[in-house]
């Protein structure tokens, strides 16, 4: 379930920012991710030839839709051995 869940059943990127998220109360993952301060989220799913391996999930604490630019700069820092949970 949740965002990855659904990136990796549609196997197409899942991208809600705060303004789009469900009230607490209908939804329990977006409950936890609101008590943590998650306000903005991306999910990727990793697609192969032969179906989905999984997803990666970006998140931010702003209600902010990521830029094209922030999501490039991700997926390279990913490439390059980074950690994207420190930047």
């Not at 329990?28 to 301060?37: F, H, I, L, P």
């Not at 999501?71 to 949970?85: F, T, V, W």
């Amino acid at each position: 379930g949740g965002l990855a869940g659904g990136a990796i059943q549609e196997r197409a990127p899942v991208h809600v920012d705060g303004s789009e998220a469900p009230p607490p109360s209908e939804s329990s993952v977006g409950a936890a991710a609101q008590a943590v301060g998650v306000r903005t989220a991306l999910a990727v799913p990793l697609l192969a030839a032969d179906g989905v391996r999984g997803a990666l999930l970006f998140r931010k604490g702003e209600v902010a839709p990521f830029t094209e630019a922030e999501i490039l700069d991700l997926l390279a820092y990913l490439l390059s051995g980074g950690d994207p949970s420190s930047k």
